[in-house]
């Protein structure tokens, strides 16, 4: 079922910029994601998760049919908070100059109007000789915890399976069409106490200064690179993020020293793997005397370059007439959930004004998104 209000993807990505829908709180973007895709004819289950630390979380799970292959579009509705220096107002969804002006309209409510768009154009043509499906949460720029891992454990233990997806993230740095995210690195967050005794400064025989310790202990994990990059994967880094004392007085040496870093690491580690190396390196220059805690969001991963690539890639080019890079860099996304149930890439608005004050796309981008998006579809059940 077509419903030619919904094949142009700007009016619905006004709505949903509407929605102040800033991690974890909904405010009504959901239901107007729902209410469009029910207008298409897809059956809607608002799956909402809470504890395991952290917030209740309103997702929503689309489906429009029943049968096989089931091609999946995913995404989120909640954004990162306004911040300062907007010219534009961050809920209003205005277009200035060309360009749809709000929070979140590249990352990600625009690719996710642009989702509905293509499928209604699609529909206006075709029946799919399968399923289309929008896996969508309310918790991709918060913690994670109740958002896409928990429904797509909901959708495994029914038995339903997603057979590819498609991810609406910024992918492109400065240009749509630029770039096709195949995997993401891993990252892993530690953070590190060292202990040592109190004592006054002018007397240091008497006390143990845990600060050249924690010096020495994070020299010895950034003196070297980690490594040099992989096949598809460019060097993993280890950015030191926060070195502390909570020292107010500078007569007194302190009895512990914090410091915290995060590494993102490529397929030629693990976090277990890493996890194992500073506790080795660490024991070296400390042991018993120091405190390790560290937290995985994610492993690395690849879908290796193939039809699901092939099939984003040749679309791109047809509609722009730019052959896009198989890349693996940036931050994480939901992908490093959804890589487990099936094949997944990544391709959406560009990312030069996400998270920044006057987030925008330009109006063509978002046409040209949808473009793509159509074709995608178009493809994938004319080979199914």
Known sequence: M????????????????????????????LDVLQKALAALGF?????????DGGEP??????????AAPNFCFAGHTDVVPVGNGWTAEPFAGDVIDGHLYGRGAADMKGAIAAFVAATARFLKDSKPPGSISLLITG????D???????MLARLKERGEKLDVCVVGEPTNPTKLGEMIKIGRRGSLTAKLTVFGTQGHSA???????????LMKMLAAITDKPLDQGTAHFQASTLAITTVDVGNTASNVIPAQAKAAFNIRFNDGHSGASLIAWLRKTFDTAAKDQYELTARISGESFLTPPGTLSTLVADAVKDVLGVTPELSTTGGTSDARFIKDACPVCEFGMVGLSMHKADERCALTDLENLTAIYHKVLSRYFAQA
């Not at 240091?204 to 845990?210: E, R, S, V």
């Open 139 to 142: 918790d991709e720029e918060g």
């Open 57 to 66: 979380i309103d997702n929503l799970y689309a489906r429009l049919g029943t």
């Open 2 to 29: 077509s419903n030619p209000a919904l094949t142009d993807a700007l009016p619905l990505a006004q709505d949903l910029i509407r929605k102040p829908s800033v991690t974890p709180r909904d405010e009504g973007a």
């Open 43 to 51: 059956t809607c289950e608002r799956m909402r998760f809470e504890g």
């Open 144 to 150: 994670a915890i109740n958002g896409t891992v928990k």
């Open 203 to 213: 007397y240091p025989h008497l006390a143990d200064n845990p600060i050249p310790r």
